[in-house]
């Protein structure tokens, strides 16, 4: 399409507050934390013995809530040092147990039959630290890195945001939609920055208040959890209670118990974005040619540059080739305007703007897309039209390379869907083998590409890092586990359903795994509170699992630090919208929404305990 740029008044533009500082934060150093805990470690390995339980138990607690006290407020750790040298300390204080299932099993059989059967068997390892878990989370991660460099998601919004002739609102419930149902598969942590950024373009394409921007990247992480439970694979957390529970809980649990859930959850979500975003819309007949080629650049700059960023990400990473002039860059920016007239605008010199052009795009295309820019300035709208066209012919040239990566990104979904399906009829084929696949077959599409498949590699290494502090953590729930803790809890859930019923058990759990996921890791929790779900019949497990499921995820959605997406939701936030948001904030933007979900899960619960007792 032909494109063109409008110069937007700057009467129309509302005033921008100032940005409050980010509250200072001192951080605690992770090597003397470890040293520390590995002092203690060796203190109770040669000095105490026959400890009890409750100290365990009370280590476990104390880590966990450490990542939430530590994590949140002035004083913070790296949660890699908090949670490994904290690890120490547990192993040191298992080993001086008066007895468990690991000290009777070597005892009763040696050394060598405890290190074979639990670190040298792959069986062995996933009971330890859920391995095949974290290795399908792995091979998911780089899997959906590679389909992201494709630039799938942002062909398949412009494509509808031209269909509905630019209006904002149907574009986002069909492309979240889309989000739900994706994240079910590939997993709302692979998915939650894609989709983030994707949205964000738009809603600075239709000069959205900073308020609708915030609201929609905090709608995006409770789409890509809450909405991503109805499949096993969706979550971390369903992937977790699945291995815990294993075979009463397989895959045909999440779509007929979990589905209403998800389904009731992304209908409140989008009433909300209607209240939201119903009267936003991108004049497309008014972008210039960068914006309205959006995927198209993107590629190129993952191309060239090996890097893909939005505008204001571009700007605040060159910032000190601007001077003075970048705060003010971003605040036209950040009201709609394109980077170029931005630049303009605040009379940039033009071997600086070129500079930035070329590395934002393409260097072979700065001279014509400042010329572009210049006349676009000048109001000279047939000019500008003119001096475009070198730059569309260079993205049209590259439309075929992106077009074939997309496919053989789509194609890769074969072997992916393939092999889950092997898995779900095969239980000995482990899970971790279909991402892998999926993974290896869309890498053909970009393995040809240097600097695009080193950045699919690097995003996938930093994003799954994330993940790293949770091995210590299952290990840790191992220990308890091994210790007999869990017979504790599985007594009070028995107890419980005699004295208050099942369906009021089912809805205290709800409840809270919604709150210790709204503080904690909600994986964490996961592996903790499923472990106590063991000898429950079918019926009533099923019903208790659906309950902590929905719980897990909209307690992960309702602070800033309850899941992987949240953390990256909220980073986005302070970094590309507004640094002076805080957690408050977050938990006052989103609680609404959230309240919605609570009491339509909690009558989606009292249902289907009510349809269990009709069929018992």
């Keep these: 399409m032909d494109s063109q740029v409008t110069i937007r008044d700057e009467s129309s533009y509302p005033g921008v507050a100032a940005k409050p500082e980010a509250s200072e934060v001192i951080t605690l150093s992770g090597p003397y934390f470890v040293g520390a805990c590995a002092l203690l470690a060796a203190a109770i390995l040669f000095l105490a013995h026959d400890m009890p339980v409750w100290l365990l138990a009370a280590e476990v607690l104390a880590t966990i809530l450490s990542l939430f006290l530590l994590g ?21 204080t298992f080993c001086k147990l008066s007895t468990s299932e690991w000290h009777v099993e070597i005892q009763e059989r040696g050394w060598w039959y405890w290190v074979h059967s639990n670190l040298l068997t792959f069986h062995g390892l996933d009971d330890l630290i859920h391995a095949d878990t974290m290795l399908f989370i792995l091979g998911l991660t780089f899997f959906v890195s ?41 997993g709302g942590v692979s998915m939650i920055g894609l989709t983030i950024r994707t949205l964000v373009i738009v809603l600075l394409l239709a000069a959205a208040p900073a308020s609708a921007i915030t609201y929609a990247v905090i709608v995006c992480t409770a789409i890509t959890t809450i909405c991503g439970v109805w499949v096993a694979y969706g979550e971390p957390p369903n992937l977790i209670m699945k291995a815990n529970l294993y075979p009463l809980l397989g895959n045909a649990f999440f779509v007929i118990y979990c589905a209403p859930a998800a389904i009731v959850s992304y209908l409140l979500i989008a009433r909300q974005l209607r ?12 972008l210039d040619v960068v914006e309205a080629n959006a995927q198209d650049v993107r590629f190129l700059q993952a191309t060239r540059h090996g890097e893909v960023l939005t505008p204001i990400e571009f700007i605040e990473n060159h910032e000190a080739e601007l001077g003075g002039r970048a705060e003010t860059v971003l605040k036209w920016m950040r009201q709609g305007e394109s980077l170029g007239l931005a630049l303009f605008r605040e009379n940039v010199p033009q071997e600086t703007r070129k500079n930035l052009l070329g590395h934002f795009v393409s260097e072979e295309l700065a001279d014509s897309l400042d010329r ?54 095969y239980d000995r084929v482990p899970l971790f083998w ?40 299952f ?79 909209l307690g992960g959605c309702w602070t800033h630090i309850g899941c992987a997406q949240s953390v990256v939701a909220f980073a986005f936030i302070r970094r590309d919208v507004d640094e002076g948001y805080t957690p408050l904030q977050w938990m006052k933007d989103i609680t609404p929404v959230i309240v919605e979900i609570m009491i339509a899960l909690t009558a989606l619960i009292y249902v289907q305990n009510a349809f269990l007792r009709w069929l018992g």
């Excluded at 398949?156 to 979240?176: D, E, H």
């Design 72 to 92: 949140s407020f002035k004083y913070q750790i790296h949660k890699n040092a908090l949670t490994y040298g904290m690890l120490l300390v547990i192993i040191a």
């Design 146 to 186: 590679v389909v992201a460099q494709t630039r799938l998601l942002e062909g398949i919004t412009f494509s509808l945001l031209r269909k509905n002739q630019g209006a904002i609102l149907p574009t986002v419930i069909s492309v979240t939609a889309f989000v739900a149902v994706a994240s079910a598969v590939f």
């Design 275 to 286: 209240k939201r975003l119903r009267n936003q819309r991108v004049y497309l007949d008014l």
């Design 372 to 425: 572009h820019y210049q006349l676009a300035y000048a109001r000279d709208a047939e000019g500008a039209k003119k001096a475009e066209r070198g730059v569309r012919e260079v993205l049209a040239s590259l439309a075929h390379v992106r077009r074939r990566a997309q496919r053989v990104a789509s194609l890769a979904l074969g072997p992916f869907i393939g092999l889950l399906i092997v898995h779900t009829l």
């Design 434 to 473: 279909a991402s892998v696949a999926g993974f290896l077959f869309a890498f053909i599409g970009i393995a040809g590409i240097p600097k695009m498949r080193g950045l699919a590699l690097h995003e996938a290494y930093v994003e799954y890092a994330e993940y790293y502090f949770l091995f210590p953590l």
């Design 475 to 553: 290990l840790s729930i191992t220990l308890l586990t091994k210790a007999g803790f869990f017979d504790l809890i599985q007594t009070m859930v028995h107890r419980g359903i005699e004295s208050m019923g099942q369906g009021h058990v089912a809805f205290a759990q709800f409840l809270g795994c919604t709150f210790l996921s709204a503080i904690l890791d909600n994986n964490i929790v996961a592996d903790f509170a499923s472990r106590g779900l063991h000898g429950l019949s079918p019926a009533v497990l099923h019903l208790f699992a659906m309950a902590q499921i929905v719980g897990y995820a």
